[in-house]
């Protein structure tokens, strides 16, 4: 059953657990995606599709391949996100494409000017029927990252600005950053659940934690404790399914054994955080 954000993350936040987030770019990976929440009980989950990845396929297709697998699973939620974007008219194309929720990236404008634009697409994409996620501070780009550019610099979001642009928007999930990375950890990561707990406090919304790849158990718990309800994980899926096709590519299988092999390393790692991430923090 498709959803957007909204029927998903009100009940995480308040039961204290995370939904994942994860990042597909073909056939293979989104099976995968989904057939793993189905294996953890229909756990709800969120096939994410960036705008990085419209080299790999149109909106469209992305949309048409999740909807048909999303068929065959009446009883899992499973909502359809365009992850990362800066560009309005991609934005609006998603959203006709039949995209349950969007992204607007605005994190690298000035405070006023992502306000502005943010509340924009949320006015477009409510009167859709589709939620919004925004993005305020911004991430540093760590090893691996597909998604950061190593220009990107560390500005942790600030509480009291979230708060403002919480209400000034009408945004229904807030990305913030708060010390993880896009991609895996240079070092000993050091996230700053201090200033997620006062975010939380002021906002009172669904938070979004992006760079979920290779933070560990117990910071992702202290996370969910403090409101993220959402985690966004892309390049530790995507080392585990590379490494495991190079091991099989070395028997020279067919194609298609090949495409299974990397529908079932993309299951395996994100089963893994799903149950992880459903266990939240109430054990
Ligand atoms: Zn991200």
Known sequence: MLTNLNDMLHNAYEEHYAVGSFNGYSYETFRGII????????????????AKYLSNMTLKNAYSIIASIAEECPNQQICIHLDHCKDRSVIIQAIRAGFGSVMFDGSALPFGENVER??????????????VEAELGSLQAGMNS????VTD???????????EFVEKTGVDALAV??????????????????ILSEINNEVGIPLVLHGGSGTPEQTIRACIKNGISKINVNTEISMAAVECAAGKIVERPHLSVLSFTVERCVEETVLKYIRFFKEGNNN
């Open 35 to 50: 057939e793993a929440g189905r294996k953890a009980g229909n756990a709800p989950i969120i096939a994410a599709f960036g």
């Open 118 to 131: 943010t509340k924009e697409i949320c006015d477009i994409a409510h009167a859709c029927g589709v939620s």
């Open 146 to 149: 597909h998604e950061g550019e």
């Open 153 to 163: 610099r560390e500005i942790y979001t600030n509480p009291e600005q979230a708060k």
């Open 177 to 194: 950053s708060i010390g993880t990375v896009h991609g895996m950890y240079k070092g000993v990561p050091k996230v700053r659940t201090d």
